[in-house]
């Protein structure tokens, strides 16, 4: 096909900010400062494709979640959703562009009401958006939607509480999955899984992105599953993104220093590799985000950082050493993942 | 004053020239309303000093009870050791006197949890908890203790040790606590610390600070370590010795290169095969289907059959006898290990 | 070491609690108040206090059922008579059949306690509800009109308003007593419902429904109510007792029932001064109200620890 790649691009955020203040006083309050979670995101997901987003507790990328399907508002930027900017839509118009983009929460045992049917959980996207399915149609769709991500339909009646871990987040897909939409955001979806059972679900949301052609944001701590899911990755640090590429790019040829400690860190389930690998041990903790250093926010951890790093944001944007956008003023190849030598 | 030494001679038998520890057939059940939960069901494992065994297995497997068992710090009721012999030294605990085991546990075995914020006592310093144990353990000044928690905290490479020490748990970052765990568990100089899923909570940059950290701890002290993992990745980096736990039995144990190499049973195979590589692209992964037993319904046969891949009518009649020599210092729990071991390994 | 040891049973839950999965198991499909029911089948605590309630309560809709005599017909001359086949307590100082008049004021007390922990009750769910989801300023101010209800004392308060609901000495002052109780015992409810109304809707699936786009009448309702409520129903249970003994209370000061009414605070208020005679009169009507009472506490604290999945 030879459409333009701008077509293809199904949710995109320019200069996305959310700064949670910071009060004093109950009845009259006052603002004495901001935790700036997310400040200042530029993403682009196109159709069919899995953006991975990986960083650190405090880095901001769940609570992008939250705002790129609305649970949370922007204090500043866009998000534009097949080009209608989700931020200046309001009442009805909202809701209906809300229906092109759910959510797979975290933990299975917490994002189902204990008191409803799987059925009615399943169902209540159809209550709430009414013109989608016809009411005496909705029963059936549910029992396709279960079919659908591997449950048995008969199961309909049951309540959360008598499923597993793995089986649990299968339905909370099959609710994300409910109103046909075209984006899901995944927000730690296996992590609160047993080991044995996370490949179960990550071929299932890989299975249904082949059948439904949905685009996926995966946001995720754990880096290895990310590669194995993403197409392009997006690392974050205290509410910034330092490095994105295709997946090839952040895990074959990390450029930013903050993404090869992170590689460096992760644990390869492989003996041989003991000691072979580059390891990078980063000093010190995360910065508070109230209160983030100036210029590059990771220089106070780098081993690279120079006076400019103190005085100069660092752009995200692709540089002499980095084929791909990296924000570091010293962005350089290096292999942390294999073994070196 | 007492000093170190008196305090461990008070435990009778001590043979020093015994295995560091070694636990045998151990069983371990939970009285539930429900009915009993068989959580342990014959568990073999040995430690020597300067050594680390990795406990690997998921939530359920009976991995964390094991280490309870041995800590003496089972929840009972409901939890039960019904059977077996847990041997320090030559000293089965089991069979010592609460007061004994409690000074076991301050002296000889030490534990850090993966929760460090609730395993530490909010309303006290650091500093506080740290010397309670020299007054409480070695009847230490309170000067002496405190300059000996400074050490502690010195040693587990706390920045600043002498200006924190005065802190409390919410003041130090997850990491932080953790190594304040550490130096606790570490103060009274255990021989076999056991450390449950130490790092679970943390973010991967500090938990390979705090592996690492661990890792140097032991081969100072010569310790034993028991390390209670889920994680493959972690267990490669830093097991000598694996034992892989499921539904309350190890059913492999291997020195670390071989199991990676070439498992021997279908579970260690399987869980190697469905977890996703860093140093991969486009990897395959292999699917163990159904779901960890319930305890309440272990299958009968091997506990693994409904969800092994190489299961025949032998493996849901007969559990696979208690161990076959696959190699010098392997077991394995399987009628088949021969073509486990044989094949190879998919996806790769 | 101490807190070394005291964290102990981290994975203990989990190791027992493997998930019961459809497809291994055959259990029936149950819900959690089925799950609770089958927990106070198997409670002997529930079933006495169970028990006990419906004869209260039957004892309060139809007293006839139980006595056949009429509590008030009363003679002087069997002042103070012991039991006989009659009168199975004996009769009192005027000269009524003491367990005729036991039997006929349960009705009062009942009543009087139904209608006063409906009041609070209501008062209770819409208070703690809205302080609970609204948050903010809503919840500062109702939180610190909760505060100034309960730092008022229970007793004075009762004592001052039921006098100024009830100045005329003909009327029975029933309502006045049911109005007072139920617009001072509403808060423990409220604070109550406030904190698993807080705790409720910071769940996953509450945050799965707003984003899936339900207002907040369909969270509240569907999502918030339901999961929060359990707690409160217990609350309101202990409650219904509380009010039982806090009626025959205030009757027993002179502020509460007046007149002709019967109700176990009526008969102990009289009969007090003539302990040093005969007890029974006293006594009596004691032991039901106390019995009642505690069916009612028991009864919530049966209920509270099926509806805690923590205790499963």
């Given at each position: 096909m030879s459409q333009p790649v701008a077509k293809d691009v199904v949710l995109e955020t320019s200069n996305l900010v959310k700064h949670f203040p910071i009060t004093r006083g109950i009845v009259l309050q006052t603002q004495v400062g901001a935790v700036r979670a997310v400040d200042g995101v530029d993403l682009k997901l196109r159709r069919g494709e899995t953006l991975g987003v990986v960083g650190e507790s405090g880095c901001g990328k769940s609570t992008l979640a939250k705002l790129l399907v609305g649970l949370e508002k922007p204090t500043s930027g866009s998000i534009d959703v097949r080009g209608q900017d989700m931020t200046r839509l309001r009442g009805a118009e909202l809701r209906r562009a809300r229906r092109n983009i759910q959510m797979v929460l975290q933990d299975p045992y917490t994002s189902l009401n204990p008191r409803m049917t799987v059925g009615d959980i399943i169902g209540e996207p159809f209550d709430i958006h009414t013109e989608v399915v016809p009411r005496g149609e909705r029963k059936q769709r549910v029992r396709e939607l279960l079919d659908l991500v591997g449950l048995n339909p008969e199961h309909i009646n049951r309540y959360p509480h008598q499923f597993s871990g793995g089986q649990r987040q299968r339905i909370g897909i099959a609710r994300a999955l409910a109103l046909k939409p075209e984006i899901i955001v995944c927000d730690e979806p296996v992590s609160a899984l047993d080991v044995s059972i996370q490949a179960q679900v990550i071929n299932l949301l890989e299975r249904l992105q082949d059948e439904l052609g949905l685009s996926y944001i995966f946001i995720a701590h754990d880096l290895s599953v990310v590669r194995h899911i993403a197409d392009r990755v997006a690392v974050m640090y205290l509410g910034k993104i330092v490095e994105i590429g295709v997946e090839d790019e952040i895990y074959e040829r990390p450029t930013?220093?903050?993404?090869?400690?992170?590689?460096?860190?992760?644990?390869?389930?492989?003996?041989?590799?003991?000691?072979?690998?580059?390891?990078?041990?980063?000093?010190?903790?995360?910065?508070?985000?109230?209160?983030?250093?100036?210029?590059?926010?990771?220089?106070?951890?780098?081993?690279?950082?120079?006076?400019?790093?103190?005085?100069?944001?660092?752009?995200?944007?692709?540089?002499?050493?980095?084929?791909?956008?990296?924000?570091?003023?010293?962005?350089?190849?290096?292999?942390?993942v294999h073994a070196v030598e | 004053m007492t000093d170190i030494k008196a305090e461990i001679d008070v435990l009778p038998g001590l043979d020093s020239s015994a295995r560091l520890l070694d636990v045998e057939n151990l069983h371990v059940e939970f009285r539930t309303q429900a009915g009993v939960a068989r959580a342990i069901n014959g568990v073999d494992i040995h430690l020597d000093p300067g050594e680390t065994l990795a406990i690997l297995g998921e939530s359920g497997c009976g991995k964390s009870v094991t280490a309870q068992a041995i800590m003496g710090i089972l929840d009972s009721p409901p939890g039960f050791v019904t059977k077996g012999a847990i041997r320090y030294r030559g000293v089965d605990l089991l069979k010592l006197p609460e007061e004994q085991r409690r000074k076991v546990r301050a002296n000889h075995i030490a534990m850090i949890f993966q929760d460090a914020l609730s395993a530490l006592n909010p309303v006290f310093s650091i500093g506080f908890q740290l010397g309670e144990l020299f007054r409480v353990h070695r009847g230490t000044s309170r000067q002496d203790a405190r300059r000996r928690s400074i050490e502690l905290l010195d040693l587990v490479k706390i920045p600043a040790a002498r200006q924190r020490i005065n802190d409390y748990p919410h003041q130090f970052s997850g990491g932080m606590r953790q190594r304040v765990m550490i130096a606790m568990a570490l103060a009274l100089d255990p021989k076999v610390l056991i450390a449950d899923e130490p790092t679970t909570a943390l973010d991967v940059t500090v938990q390979a600070q705090i592996m690492n950290l661990l890792a140097e701890l032991r081969r100072e002290r010569n310790m034993g370590l028991i390390l209670i993992t889920h994680d493959m990745g972690v267990v490669a980096d830093v097991a000598d010795r694996i034992s892989v736990m499921y539904a309350g039995k190890v059913v492999e144990e291997a020195p670390v290169l071989d199991i990676y190499a070439r498992p021997a049973h279908p579970y260690t195979k399987a869980l190697l095969e469905s977890i996703p590589r860093l140093d991969m692209k486009g990897q395959q992964l292999n699917v163990i289907k159904g779901l960890p037993p319930n305890l309440l319904r272990i299958p009968a046969g091997c506990p693994f059959h409904p969800r092994c891949a190489y299961a025949r009518d032998v493996c849901r009649a007969d559990p696979p006898p208690q161990q076959y020599d696959v190699a010098p210092a392997r077991t394995a729990r399987c009628h088949f290990w021969t073509e486990v071991v044989g094949d190879e390994p998919a996806g790769s | 070491m101490s807190n070394i040891e005291s964290v102990t049973q981290a994975e203990v839950p989990t190791a027992i609690g493997v998930p019961v999965s459809p497809e291994s198991g055959h259990e029936k499909p149950r819900s959690l108040t089925g799950d609770a029911w089958e927990d106070l089948r198997r409670n002997w605590i529930f079933w006495t206090a169970a028990v006990l309630v419906v004869l209260v309560v039957v004892m309060s809709a139809f007293p006839s059922l139980f006595t056949s005599a009429d509590p008030g017909s009363c003679a002087l001359a069997r002042q103070h008579k012991g039991p006989s086949g009659a009168a199975l307590f004996g009769y009192d100082f005027q000269g009524c059949d003491v367990y005729a008049r036991t039997v006929y004021g349960a009705r009062n007390s009942v009543l009087i306690s139904l209608i006063a922990t409906t009041i609070a009750g209501l008062i209770g769910v819409i208070v703690g509800m809205a302080a609970g989801y609204f948050g903010g300023w809503v919840d500062a101010l109702l939180a610190r009109g909760i505060d100034i209800v309960l730092g008022i004392p229970t007793l004075l308060a009762a004592i001052v308003l039921a006098r100024r609901l009830s100045s005329d000495p003909n009327e029975s002052g029933f309502w006045a007593v049911a109005l007072t109780l139920g617009v001072i015992t509403w808060t423990t409810g409220a604070r109550i419902m406030r904190s698993s109304v807080i705790s409720a809707k910071n769940q996953d699936y509450v945050a799965a429904a707003r984003m899936l786009g339900a207002g907040p009448g369909r969270l509240m309702i569907r999502h918030i109510l339901p999961n929060a409520a359990a707690p409160f129903v217990v609350v309101l249970t202990i409650l219904l007792g509380v009010n039982i003994a806090t009626e025959a209370t205030l009757t027993f000061l002179g502020v509460g029932l007046k007149g002709d009414a019967i109700s176990w605070g009526i008969a102990i208020s009289e009969s007090a001064p003539y302990v040093t005679e005969t007890a029974r009169p006293l006594v009596w009507p004691s032991v039901f109200l106390a019995l009642t009472v505690l069916a009612f506490i028991m009864l919530g604290d049966a209920i509270r620890d099926a509806f805690d999945p923590r205790l499963r």
């Amino acid at each position: 096909m030879s459409q333009p790649v701008a077509k293809d691009v199904v949710l995109e955020t320019s200069n996305l900010v959310k700064h949670f203040p910071i009060t004093r006083g109950i009845v009259l309050q006052t603002q004495v400062g901001a935790v700036r979670a997310v400040d200042g995101v530029d993403l682009k997901l196109r159709r069919g494709e899995t953006l991975g987003v990986v960083g650190e507790s405090g880095c901001g990328k769940s609570t992008l979640a939250k705002l790129l399907v609305g649970l949370e508002k922007p204090t500043s930027g866009s998000i534009d959703v097949r080009g209608q900017d989700m931020t200046r839509l309001r009442g009805a118009e909202l809701r209906r562009a809300r229906r092109n983009i759910q959510m797979v929460l975290q933990d299975p045992y917490t994002s189902l009401n204990p008191r409803m049917t799987v059925g009615d959980i399943i169902g209540e996207p159809f209550d709430i958006h009414t013109e989608v399915v016809p009411r005496g149609e909705r029963k059936q769709r549910v029992r396709e939607l279960l079919d659908l991500v591997g449950l048995n339909p008969e199961h309909i009646n049951r309540y959360p509480h008598q499923f597993s871990g793995g089986q649990r987040q299968r339905i909370g897909i099959a609710r994300a999955l409910a109103l046909k939409p075209e984006i899901i955001v995944c927000d730690e979806p296996v992590s609160a899984l047993d080991v044995s059972i996370q490949a179960q679900v990550i071929n299932l949301l890989e299975r249904l992105q082949d059948e439904l052609g949905l685009s996926y944001i995966f946001i995720a701590h754990d880096l290895s599953v990310v590669r194995h899911i993403a197409d392009r990755v997006a690392v974050m640090y205290l509410g910034k993104i330092v490095e994105i590429g295709v997946e090839d790019e952040i895990y074959e040829r990390p450029t930013h220093p903050y993404t090869q400690a992170l590689l460096s860190a992760v644990p390869v389930p492989d003996p041989t590799l003991r000691g072979q690998r580059d390891q990078i041990v980063l000093e010190g903790d995360v910065p508070s985000p109230a209160n983030p250093p100036s210029g590059c926010r990771f220089r106070t951890r780098c081993w690279k950082a120079q006076d400019i790093c103190a005085e100069q944001e660092p752009a995200l944007t692709e540089r002499e050493q980095s084929a791909h956008p990296s924000a570091c003023h010293f962005a350089e190849e290096r292999n942390v993942v294999h073994a070196v030598e | 004053m007492t000093d170190i030494k008196a305090e461990i001679d008070v435990l009778p038998g001590l043979d020093s020239s015994a295995r560091l520890l070694d636990v045998e057939n151990l069983h371990v059940e939970f009285r539930t309303q429900a009915g009993v939960a068989r959580a342990i069901n014959g568990v073999d494992i040995h430690l020597d000093p300067g050594e680390t065994l990795a406990i690997l297995g998921e939530s359920g497997c009976g991995k964390s009870v094991t280490a309870q068992a041995i800590m003496g710090i089972l929840d009972s009721p409901p939890g039960f050791v019904t059977k077996g012999a847990i041997r320090y030294r030559g000293v089965d605990l089991l069979k010592l006197p609460e007061e004994q085991r409690r000074k076991v546990r301050a002296n000889h075995i030490a534990m850090i949890f993966q929760d460090a914020l609730s395993a530490l006592n909010p309303v006290f310093s650091i500093g506080f908890q740290l010397g309670e144990l020299f007054r409480v353990h070695r009847g230490t000044s309170r000067q002496d203790a405190r300059r000996r928690s400074i050490e502690l905290l010195d040693l587990v490479k706390i920045p600043a040790a002498r200006q924190r020490i005065n802190d409390y748990p919410h003041q130090f970052s997850g990491g932080m606590r953790q190594r304040v765990m550490i130096a606790m568990a570490l103060a009274l100089d255990p021989k076999v610390l056991i450390a449950d899923e130490p790092t679970t909570a943390l973010d991967v940059t500090v938990q390979a600070q705090i592996m690492n950290l661990l890792a140097e701890l032991r081969r100072e002290r010569n310790m034993g370590l028991i390390l209670i993992t889920h994680d493959m990745g972690v267990v490669a980096d830093v097991a000598d010795r694996i034992s892989v736990m499921y539904a309350g039995k190890v059913v492999e144990e291997a020195p670390v290169l071989d199991i990676y190499a070439r498992p021997a049973h279908p579970y260690t195979k399987a869980l190697l095969e469905s977890i996703p590589r860093l140093d991969m692209k486009g990897q395959q992964l292999n699917v163990i289907k159904g779901l960890p037993p319930n305890l309440l319904r272990i299958p009968a046969g091997c506990p693994f059959h409904p969800r092994c891949a190489y299961a025949r009518d032998v493996c849901r009649a007969d559990p696979p006898p208690q161990q076959y020599d696959v190699a010098p210092a392997r077991t394995a729990r399987c009628h088949f290990w021969t073509e486990v071991v044989g094949d190879e390994p998919a996806g790769s | 070491m101490s807190n070394i040891e005291s964290v102990t049973q981290a994975e203990v839950p989990t190791a027992i609690g493997v998930p019961v999965s459809p497809e291994s198991g055959h259990e029936k499909p149950r819900s959690l108040t089925g799950d609770a029911w089958e927990d106070l089948r198997r409670n002997w605590i529930f079933w006495t206090a169970a028990v006990l309630v419906v004869l209260v309560v039957v004892m309060s809709a139809f007293p006839s059922l139980f006595t056949s005599a009429d509590p008030g017909s009363c003679a002087l001359a069997r002042q103070h008579k012991g039991p006989s086949g009659a009168a199975l307590f004996g009769y009192d100082f005027q000269g009524c059949d003491v367990y005729a008049r036991t039997v006929y004021g349960a009705r009062n007390s009942v009543l009087i306690s139904l209608i006063a922990t409906t009041i609070a009750g209501l008062i209770g769910v819409i208070v703690g509800m809205a302080a609970g989801y609204f948050g903010g300023w809503v919840d500062a101010l109702l939180a610190r009109g909760i505060d100034i209800v309960l730092g008022i004392p229970t007793l004075l308060a009762a004592i001052v308003l039921a006098r100024r609901l009830s100045s005329d000495p003909n009327e029975s002052g029933f309502w006045a007593v049911a109005l007072t109780l139920g617009v001072i015992t509403w808060t423990t409810g409220a604070r109550i419902m406030r904190s698993s109304v807080i705790s409720a809707k910071n769940q996953d699936y509450v945050a799965a429904a707003r984003m899936l786009g339900a207002g907040p009448g369909r969270l509240m309702i569907r999502h918030i109510l339901p999961n929060a409520a359990a707690p409160f129903v217990v609350v309101l249970t202990i409650l219904l007792g509380v009010n039982i003994a806090t009626e025959a209370t205030l009757t027993f000061l002179g502020v509460g029932l007046k007149g002709d009414a019967i109700s176990w605070g009526i008969a102990i208020s009289e009969s007090a001064p003539y302990v040093t005679e005969t007890a029974r009169p006293l006594v009596w009507p004691s032991v039901f109200l106390a019995l009642t009472v505690l069916a009612f506490i028991m009864l919530g604290d049966a209920i509270r620890d099926a509806f805690d999945p923590r205790l499963r």
